[in-house]
């Protein structure tokens, strides 16, 4: 089945406790992105990468890296988390980069809590 | 940067009554446009999408979307609800410069029996 996969699905850390939230696709994307989903903010992009290792900042990416050392792997991590980084967050993969007119697949979300 | 303006955050109506979300986008040429849906405690998933053609696009579950270039808008609507579309639509649109997709802040639609 053609999917995406995150890991933790939910997760409780402490303030500064270096963390990383998995994601993995099946279907052989090239491009991949993190989001973070915020009541009344939507989405915003957090990283993305066009390829095996080349990525680049979204919107919001500070306090967080990325990298792309496969292609079907593309973790996140929080190297010191804080509390406004609670939120839940979403991996996305698609053929190419959105300069083509590919849909986005998303995974199923990790909800994140950060005290 | 491209933008997305969604309109009416929440959303409550009764089931069978119609339903019709605005979406508008800040600039124009060549775009992608897309609705994605997102059930209680699930992912997004894709509602329909328009890339090119006739700007009336029909999706999943009865809804159909309206490209109108010159309004910059992208419009969701469904003729008739049921209680399964509580859910929250988001409308994206592909951002060609930035490699991404700009999302709007989403609707929250509540469907009462």
């Known amino acids: 089945e053609a999917q995406v996969t995150q890991n933790p699905r939910y997760l409780i850390t402490v303030t500064g406790k270096k963390l990383t939230v998995t994601c993995s696709q099946n279907m052989n994307h090239e491009y991949m992105s993190w989001y973070r989903q915020d009541p009344g903010l939507g989405l915003r992009q957090i990283y993305y990468?066009?390829?095996?290792?080349?990525?680049d900042k979204g919107d919001v990416p500070e306090g967080y890296k990325v990298s792309r050392k496969e292609k079907r792997n593309f973790p996140l991590i929080l190297e010191s988390p804080s509390p406004n980084q609670t939120s839940l967050y979403f991996c996305?993969?698609?053929?190419?980069?959105?300069?083509?007119?590919?849909?986005?697949?998303f995974g199923p979300g990790t909800r994140l809590t950060v005290t | 940067a491209q933008s997305v303006s969604q309109h009416n955050h929440h959303v409550i109506l009764s089931e069978a009554a119609s339903l019709e979300l605005g979406c508008n986008y800040s600039?124009?040429?060549?775009?992608?446009l897309f609705w994605y849906v997102q059930y209680p405690g699930q992912h997004l998933q894709l509602l329909l999408k328009?890339?090119?053609?006739?700007?009336l696009v029909k999706g999943i579950k009865g809804f159909e979307a309206e490209f109108i270039k010159s309004k910059f808008s992208f419009n969701l609507r469904k003729p008739s609800v049921q209680w399964s579309d509580t859910a929250e639509y988001f409308c994206?649109?592909?951002?060609?410069?930035?490699?991404?997709?700009?999302f709007g802040k989403g609707n929250q639609v509540v469907v009462i029996p």
């Open positions: 600039y124009g040429g060549t775009v992608n």
């Open positions: 990468s066009m390829n095996v290792e080349v990525t």
């Open positions: 996305a993969s698609s053929r190419t980069g959105t300069g083509s007119s590919y849909e986005q697949y």
């Open positions: 994206a649109v592909n951002d060609y410069g930035n490699n991404r997709l700009a």
């Open positions: 328009y890339f090119s053609g006739d700007p």
